[in-house]
């Protein structure tokens, strides 16, 4: 059954992760599938190799790429289901619903494994899955509205017909009430300012190594794991496009931040600011995969948030 009522913000931007999480993930896979078995893929294992010798797992390069590629082609209808799944829980589709939960947990902890940035993913997932189920979910996949109308008491026998009242004194003119915030705006804003801290902060720190602690930078990525894989002048030339990309990110940084702050004050500019703000971050966020995964998903959410009608119609009585 399709729920007819409103969708709530929080399945919306559940949905939308998931599914974002799932596409990307597709699209990586099939690319590194069809260059399976490259020098360069074999490049990059060697550290993987080491480390499950020195664990006691005795294993060749031909038998792990072979292990790695049947666990790849499994992963292949388990990220497309996730993704279907994930497009009909946001139509309001219960089984969808129990689907795309079940699946975004076991994606996060296979995630988990992958470092840093497979902890915030799996974070990420765990929270979509929790969302799916939070209590405006539940009313909406239960075809309930989100808030209860009060009951009306019958009346026992017939009707009694009542003598016209007086006509009351005219009351004073009142102005017409503003409205409340709707949720969609508190989301789309809080979603903004939190992204844009967050990014910020990353470029800072980022520019701060970059300026005072290059040389010793360059020292730990060369001893690191990849380091054999490297040269020093690929570190460099990374870390100099990396610097570039940090010097975007801080005006892009501060647009969503000051677009955020005034869509929250009601202000007209707000959400064009807010629709730029996510369209230029999502690019930024494909040239800095998987790592820009968060920035996909965040503006993605901001843009569905944006659109919605509830939006349009608070900013319209401006």
Same mark, same amino acid.
């Given at each position: 059954?399709?729920?007819?009522?409103?969708?709530?913000?929080?399945?919306?931007?559940? +949905?939308? &992760?998931?599914? %974002?999480?799932?596409?990307?993930?597709?699209?990586?896979?099939? /690319?590194?599938?069809? /260059?399976?078995?490259?020098?360069? $893929?074999?490049?990059?294992?060697?550290?993987?190799?080491?480390?499950?010798?020195?664990?006691? &797992?005795? $294993?060749?390069?031909?038998?792990?790429?072979? =292990? #790695?590629?049947?666990?790849?082609?499994? $992963?292949?209808?388990?990220? =497309?289901?996730?993704?279907?799944?994930?497009?009909?829980?946001?139509?309001?589709?219960?089984?969808?619903?129990? !689907?795309?939960?079940?699946?975004?947990?076991?994606?996060? =902890?296979? /995630?988990?494994?992958?470092?840093? &940035?497979?902890?915030? *993913?799996?974070?990420?997932?765990?929270?979509?899955?929790?969302?799916?189920? /939070?209590?405006?979910?539940?009313?909406?996949?239960? +075809?309930?509205? !989100?808030?209860?109308?009060?009951?009306?008491?019958?009346?026992?026998?017939? @009707?009694?017909?009542?003598?016209?009242?007086?006509?009351?004194?005219?009351?004073?003119?009142?102005?017409?009430?503003?409205?409340?915030?709707?949720?969609?705006?508190?989301?789309?804003?809080?979603?903004?300012?939190?992204?844009?801290?967050?990014?910020?902060?990353?470029?800072? %720190?980022?520019?701060?190594?970059?300026? &005072? *602690?290059?040389?010793?930078?360059?020292?730990? %990525?060369?001893?690191?794991?990849?380091?054999?894989?490297?040269?020093?002048?690929? @570190?460099?030339?990374?870390?100099?496009?990396?610097?570039?990309?940090?010097?975007?990110? #801080?005006?892009?940084?501060?647009? +969503?931040?000051?677009?955020?702050?005034?869509?929250?004050?009601?202000?007209?500019?707000?959400?064009?600011?807010?629709?730029?703000?996510?369209?230029?971050?999502?690019?930024? +966020?494909?040239? $800095?995969?998987?790592?820009?995964?968060?920035?996909?998903?965040?503006?993605?959410?901001? @843009? @569905?948030? #944006?659109?919605?009608?509830?939006?349009?119609?608070? #900013?319209?009585?401006?």
């Amino acid at each position: 059954m399709v729920s007819k009522q409103p969708r709530p913000s929080v399945v919306t931007l559940a +949905g939308v &992760f998931i599914a %974002i999480t799932a596409f990307l993930s597709l699209t990586q896979l099939a /690319s590194a599938l069809t /260059s399976w078995g490259t020098v360069e $893929m074999q490049d990059q294992l060697k550290p993987a190799l080491r480390q499950l010798d020195a664990a006691g &797992f005795e $294993m060749t390069m031909t038998e792990l790429l072979r =292990v #790695l590629r049947w666990v790849g082609l499994g $992963m292949i209808p388990l990220l =497309v289901a996730a993704l279907v799944c994930s497009i009909y829980a946001l139509r309001g589709d219960r089984p969808s619903r129990v !689907a795309a939960a079940a699946l975004a947990v076991g994606a996060g =902890v296979i /995630s988990l494994p992958l470092g840093v &940035f497979g902890l915030l *993913q799996a974070t990420m997932l765990f929270i979509a899955a929790a969302a799916l189920w /939070s209590p405006d979910a539940n009313r909406w996949y239960r +075809g309930e509205p !989100a808030t209860a109308l009060p009951a009306q008491s019958p009346v026992d026998g017939p @009707v009694q017909a009542t003598p016209p009242a007086p006509p009351a004194p005219a009351a004073p003119p009142v102005s017409p009430p503003t409205g409340s915030r709707p949720t969609s705006v508190v989301t789309a804003g809080v979603v903004a300012i939190a992204g844009s801290f967050f990014a910020a902060g990353l470029a800072v %720190i980022y520019l701060l190594v970059y300026t &005072f *602690q290059r040389e010793t930078q360059i020292e730990a %990525i060369l001893r690191g794991p990849f380091g054999d894989l490297l040269t020093r002048a690929d @570190v460099e030339a990374g870390m100099r496009i990396a610097s570039w990309v940090c010097w975007a990110v #801080l005006p892009l940084a501060a647009t +969503g931040l000051l677009g955020g702050v005034a869509l929250l004050a009601r202000l007209r500019i707000g959400r064009p600011a807010l629709i730029f703000w996510a369209w230029a971050s999502a690019l930024v +966020g494909l040239l $800095m995969l998987p790592l820009g995964l968060l920035a996909i998903a965040a503006s993605v959410a901001v @843009v @569905v948030l #944006l659109r919605r009608d509830d939006v349009r119609s608070w #900013l319209s009585t401006l």
